[in-house]
């Protein structure tokens, strides 16, 4: 054999070299007798005449076209006709062109330089078309369209603006400093709604920020969107091979990460870089970087100082340079005025945008943009540099939110402190004075009852005192507080000990530390007081505990708050008795407790025997009968009983709108949890109408930014993300995140949360990536804020390896994960809800990994703990029982598994309802694995009932297909035929025309007609399957088996002389490729030699010849003699 | 002791043993990274823009782009191998994901077929190659260097240190010979 291979490709360089016709000679000549070589050199001759094109055409794009083709007026790209060029720039020139259909219009159309890679630019484009597409604002120019020319030059169609570069604007008009920023913030809004779409600009430069004038205002207009993103791979790619400067015809605008030239890591926070440089210009007439200086040094220096100088301050640059620049040379203005007017505030809102670690920048234009109109209110700005003067005067102006963490938590503990020795105090004084009062009154009659109404006001008095401290103390942010306490300790050292410090703190979990704090010392110490200073007042004592003990609950402190409120409990029973409203009141407080430590069957109970017990009250409230139908819902809402908890939510919402009217918060917090609780249930539409109803009244009444409306807002794009309008849901949740992000900072838990929801909508959207990027920095985060072994920290790396997983990287994800469930199991043991999510993803990972027994007992496990957890019918457990059984599957134990599914439907169909996504997959998985264990009627009795559903959920695109397949089996024919129709619309919607998956899919439907003898439906589907097949799988079987199945269709309608070629070929065909077919499709073989003993059977008793007689005896040999197959 | 990119680099100019298969790992990282985040982000059935992929990846490894540039084939020969494990592993674990149950909650996105290959074939390629190896290594790494990672033939040719035309003949030879085991083989199942 060795000595033949070399021989054969030798023979095969030499006949290729020849023509066809010659080749036949030449190899007779040079083989002799050698049958098996000049088989071989003839079967690689025909493979390379068959080779079609593409086959192994190396996976890149073409070249760019050689020459420069310029475009000419009058000549036409697609629908568009260029009527004069408007511009030329770096990239390429800009035409007027106009728009014939649909509509005639004038457009602005930029056609591209040579030298860009045109397909994969247009490929970038389209991905970005729909973001694009979602853009509305009266700042942003429209991108309408993209595509390439005729000589293979990308183009893009966006909306014609007639103006100039905001800086020529600028100057030109003589604008002011306000009128500047004014013009300056709509740009802002304009890339902010941007970002809000998901697209960034990447570009933004003054010859891309153009105004025009309506009506004598100036409007910004914001162009080339996403034309950046789609020519920015190729930036990348070019940098290798080709001059830099050519490239790069706007680097003073470039952001320091862009300057890195990886091309890849850039976000928002790149274009308010830009924004930046733009203001930069706009203020002082110059950009802060010389770039013609440090390109005389040479493109490296150029990105050098890009990434490390800092640039001169604005005032600093008016004052060396002048304002010469900036207004046109005004002689009014004065340009020591102007400096003056930029230090300070301008000063550090520039810088800020202009920092290099885009951490230190503003979060997003909005932000940048808030800072500029604080300035122009005479408010103090965020960018402003710590100082304690500064945040002094900031204090003393501004509302105390806007204070950073460290402040605010310092702050506030000691307000916290110091009111409530305040308030002690001013209580101890009312007792003093009551006790005075008393003493008066026994000398003398007449002043004593005015003395005793002056003992209960201050009785009232205190109360009302005490309540409010508790209120200023329920504001307390305590993660806050953790954060302030960690950076407290470490500003404390030197910086060279921070590291080491920050290293011994990292298990330290600072809110907890913080609560700590707080009980020892305010809490504890309050409780100290209340006990002395009123231990002859239980009625007093019960108020105050009560209201001290529903703090700490708020706070999270709920095993010292049980205590507080057991204690309020017994003197409440004491002073007023047991079924006072006073002392129920008292009860619900411990029932809040007990909800909160999970002890949801004690809540149920005693919420009960509250509702009868407040029913003897004869003037009980409203509003009290509505506060314990929340507790019971709440409570019947965690333990699955999600029918009875609407009933419940429902009665609380009614009874708050009586009381409160429409607008009232409590109301409105319980429709919160209305949505919430209709979403569990599986009624994603109702819970979608219910949120948008409720958001646009919180955003109404409460404001948008109120916490409330923030999380609302949260749980609409989480069920809008769960119904896959992931367009919709992204900007929502955005929107949380920057709302948190500039309420709380980015350490805080809230804020980490809202960036892991997105991340998990971006994991949908397959923008991996940046999902990745958002959870890798949460849990960074996490690691330096809490500590590396606080479970938040664990749960945020949990959420990374699911991203990975998401991602297609089981590897990578599998140790993750595995870490995530390590560090749960001991901080919150195994048996935990957030513990057994992310062991879920484990499960996912490891049968992935094809490490199926693992992934068996790690879904068995979960099961168990499941049902010990929640019992047997909350959604966790049939979801884990349905993870259970799918793993049983993976091993090919359909039998076992069965039982599990049949188990779990009836629950799933009880708890969350029959056409719960959920359920329907675990429906669909009973059924294939029915269908395996032979119980085909019930199969498909399963599958027709789920089918209404099947292009609801994403996972059950296969169904109809098996659902077909089961009934052609069956022998159903009217069921196959209603099906049918409706099958191939689906495949000509899903798959491309003339594809091979479409040809798969109508094989599948003319395979069913086949079986169930509807002969010319089946024809005119294999008529179409056949050439796709033929074109696209020469030379394979798989054209061989529908060349017989359109044989065997015509043969059915009984059209003998035209079925005959084709079955013979077909039959033929597959003869011959028998050998290197797989295993399991060589009963295709059997059955179409079959079809050709039918064919002259059929035939001959039809129209009887010797020939047909005669054919079909020695096709019927050929049969017998086929080796018998598995099927 | 983990070396960088470029100490690989000139360790294999300098003809160090041993400098080339450490240099084999780096790349898979960076490439493995690389074409997970593309073959996510792209639509199915949208081609792995391998080409760029493998130069994203040299910047991304060499980090100065005013780098050296010696060891370049080297570099190239060890993208190839890497991409074909990374389209291979890529359909494996899609092959796995058919066989699996209905995972909830867990998304099993899979990752999207390159155009011109299905995930099967794709498998099926990667077999026949190994075989076309045992017969004749060079031509099999000529097919990795062009077809995985999309080089010129010129550049293959250097890259194999073999002259253009005896690539060029190469070339049409693999390919007839995977074309007809292929052909032969194989084919995607029905």
């Known amino acids: 054999m060795s000595d033949r291979r070399p021989a054969a490709e030798e023979l095969f360089h030499a006949c290729r070299a020849l023509p066809a016709e010659e080749r036949s000679r030449h190899l007779s000549r040079l083989c002799g007798d050698d049958a098996a070589l000049r088989e071989r050199v003839e079967r690689l001759l025909a493979a390379d005449a068959a080779v079609a094109e593409p086959f192994l055409q190396p996976r890149r794009a073409g070249p760019a076209a050689k020459a420069e083709i310029g475009e000419q007026p009058g000549d036409t790209v697609d629908r568009y006709k260029l009527l004069q060029a408007i511009g030329e720039g770096g990239m390429g020139t800009v035409w007027m062109a106009e728009q014939r259909e649909p509509v005639v219009r004038k457009v602005a159309l930029k056609i591209v330089k040579l030298g860009m890679d045109t397909r994969e630019v247009v490929v970038r484009f389209e991905a970005e078309r729909q973001a694009l597409a979602l853009m509305d604002h009266p700042n942003i120019a429209k991108v309408l369209d993209g595509g390439a020319t005729a000589t293979g030059r990308p183009y893009f169609v966006m909306e014609l603006v007639k103006g100039v570069p905001i800086t020529d604007y600028c100057d030109q008009a003589k604008i002011g400093l306000r009128q500047r920023l004014e013009l300056f913030t709509k740009v802002c809004e304009a890339i902010q709604h941007a970002h809000h779409k998901g697209v960034i600009h990447r570009d933004i430069k003054p010859s891309n920020v153009l105004v025009t004038l309506h009506d004598g205002v100036p409007v910004p207009k914001v162009i080339d969107f996403g034309i950046a993103k789609a020519t920015s791979a190729e930036l990348t790619k070019k940098t290798l091979f080709t001059q830099y400067a050519q490239i790069l015809g706007t680097p003073e605008y470039m952001a320091p990460e862009q300057a890195e030239m990886s091309g890849l890591d850039i976000d928002t926070r790149a274009d308010v870089y830009s924004l930046g440089v733009l203001l930069y210009e706009l203020l002082t007439g110059t950009k802060p970087f010389d770039v013609k200086t440090a390109l005389r040094v040479g493109f490296q220096e150029l990105l050098r100082t890009i990434r490390e100088d800092e640039p001169q301050k604005p005032s600093t640059r008016v004052s060396t340079r002048g304002t010469a620049a900036v207004v046109g040379g005004r002689p009014d203005v004065n340009v020591r005025a102007w400096s003056e007017r930029l230090r300070g505030d301008l000063d550090w809102i520039v810088m800020k945008a202009l920092e290099k670690d885009r951490s230190r920048r503003y979060d997003t234009p909005n932000g940048f943009a808030e800072d500029i109109a604080r300035f122009l209110r005479d408010e103090a700005v965020l960018a402003a540099p710590p100082s304690a003067g500064y945040r002094l005067r900031k204090f003393v102006h501004r509302r105390r939110r806007l204070v950073a963490a460290a402040t605010t938590a310092v702050l506030l503990l000691l307000a916290g402190v110091v009111g409530t020795s305040w308030g002690m105090v001013q209580a101890l004084r009312e007792r003093d004075r009551t006790e005075v009062a008393r003493a008066e009154a026994q000398q003398n009659l007449q002043t004593a009852q005015a003395a005793e109404a002056r003992a209960l006001q201050s009785a009232a008095e205190t109360q009302a005192v005490a309540e409010f401290q508790a209120q200023l103390l329920a504001d307390l942010d305590v993660p806050a507080m953790g954060i302030g306490l960690r950076q407290a300790l470490l500003d404390a050292v030197a910086p060279g000990q921070r590291d080491p410090l920050a290293t011994s703190l990292a298990a330290v979990n600072f809110t907890d530390l913080a609560l700590e704090a707080l009980d020892a010392n305010v809490f504890q110490r309050s409780i100290r007081t209340i006990e002395t200073s009123f231990a002859d007042q239980p009625a007093m004592q019960a108020r105050l505990l009560q209201v001290v003990g529903e703090t700490m609950r708020g706070l999270g402190l709920v095993a010292p708050a049980r205590v507080a409120v057991l204690r309020a409990l017994e003197l409440a029973k004491l002073a007023f008795g047991d079924g006072d409203p006073r002392t129920l009141a008292v009860t619900a407080s411990l029932l809040g407790v007990q909800r909160d430590a999970g002890e949801f069957d004690a809540v149920e109970r005693g919420s009960r025997q509250l509702l009868t017990a407040l029913e003897q009250v004869p003037d009980a409230r409203a509003s009290d009968f509505a506060q314990v139908h929340v507790l019971l819902g709440k409570a019947l809402s965690s333990s699955g009983k999600l029918d009875e908890a609407v009933t419940h939510l429902t009665k609380a919402r009614d009874l708050f709108a009586q009381v409160d009217g429409n607008d009232g918060s409590e109301e409105l917090s319980v429709r919160h949890s209305l949505v919430v609780l209709t979403v569990r249930r599986g009624q994603y539409a109702e819970g979608e109408r219910l949120a948008r109803e409720l958001l646009a009244q919180l955003r109404r009444v409460l404001g948008p930014q109120h916490d409330q409306t923030l999380s609302t807002a949260s749980v609409l794009g989480t069920i809008l993300s769960d119904t896959s309008q992931l367009a919709e849901a992204e900007p929502i949740l955005r929107d949380v995140l920057d709302a948190f992000r500039a309420r709380f900072g980015d350490a805080h838990p809230r804020t980490l949360h809202a960036k892991q929801t997105l991340a998990t909508i971006l994991e949908r959207q397959g923008r991996l990536d940046e999902a990745e990027r958002l959870m890798k920095e949460a849990y960074a985060e996490q690691v330096r804020v809490l500590g590396e072994g606080h479970p938040e920290t664990h749960l945020s790396l949990g959420s990374l390896g699911a991203v990975l997983l998401a991602g297609g990287d089981a590897h990578g994800a599998e140790p993750v994960l595995a870490k995530a469930v390590a560090g749960l199991r001991t901080a919150l043991g195994f048996d935990h809800d957030e513990t057994l999510t992310v062991a879920g993803h484990l499960a996912g990972a490891l049968h992935r990994l094809e490490r199926f027994e693992e992934s068996l007992q790690l879904s068995q496990a979960i099961f168990e703990a499941m049902q010990r957890l929640h019992g047997p019918k909350h959604p966790h457990t049939l979801n884990a029982a349905n993870n259970y059984a799918s793993a049983l599957w993976g091993l090919g134990r359909a039998a076992e598994a069965v039982p599990v599914f049949r188990s779990v439907l009836p629950a799933q169909r009880e708890v969350l309802g029959p056409t719960h996504p959920e359920t329907l997959v675990t429906q669909c998985n009973l059924a294939v694995n029915l269908r395996q264990t032979g119980a085909l009627g019930e199969a498909i009795e399963l599958l027709q009932q789920a089918e209404p559903h099947f292009d609801d959920v994403p996972s059950l695109t296969d169904m109809p297909f098996e659902l077909l397949g089961m009934l052609a089996e069956r022998g159903d024919a009217a069921a196959v035929v209603a099906l049918v129709p409706k099958l191939v619309a689906r495949a000509r919607a899903a798959q491309a025309a003339g594809s091979v998956e479409l040809a798969r899919d109508l094989a599948r439907v003319s395979s069913a007609l086949l079986q169930i003898e509807r002969w010319a439906e089946a024809e005119t589907l294999l008529r179409e399957v056949l050439p796709i097949r033929e074109a696209k799988l020469a030379g394979a079987w798989q054209p061989e088996v529908s060349r017989s199945q359109l044989g065997f269709a015509l043969l059915g309608q009984r059209r003998f002389a035209e079925a005959e070629p084709l079955l013979v070929a077909g039959a033929d065909g597959l003869l011959q490729r028998l050998e290197s077919m797989p295993a399991g499709a060589r009963f295709r073989v059997r059955e179409a030699v079959a079809r050709v003993v039918d064919l002259y059977a059929q035939w001959s008793a039809a129209e009887p010849t010797a020939d047909r007689a005669q054919l079909a005896t020695k096709w019927r040999e050929r049969l017998e003699a086929l080796p018998s197959d598995d099927r | ?190």
């Open chain 2, 1 to 190: 002791m983990v070396r960088s990119f470029d100490e690989l680099l000139q360790a294999i100019h300098r003809g160090e043993a041993g400098a080339t298969d450490e240099l084999l790992p780096l790349v898979y990282e960076q490439l493995r990274a690389l074409a997970a985040r593309e073959l996510a982000c792209e639509r199915p059935g949208h081609t792995l823009q391998a080409t760029a992929l493998v130069h994203e990846a040299f910047l991304r490894l060499c980090g100065n782009p005013g780098g050296r540039w010696d060891g370049i084939g080297h570099f190239h020969a060890a993208a190839a191998v890497s991409m074909r494990r990374i389209l291979v592993e890529a359909a494996r674990a899609r092959a796995a994901e058919k066989r699996g149950g209905g995972w909830q909650r867990v998304t099993l996105n899979g990752v999207a077929a390159p155009a011109e290959f299905d995930q099967d074939q794709l498998l099926d390629l990667d077999a026949a190659l190994g075989e076309l190896a045992a017969e004749d290594p060079r031509k099999a790494r000529l097919v990795e260097l062009r077809y995985f990672t999309g080089l010129e033939l010129a550049e293959c040719a250097a890259a194999l240190g073999v002259s253009p035309a005896t690539a060029d003949r190469d070339w049409a030879y693999a390919r007839a010979w995977l074309f007809d085991r292929l052909r032969r083989g194989h084919c995607p199942g029905e």
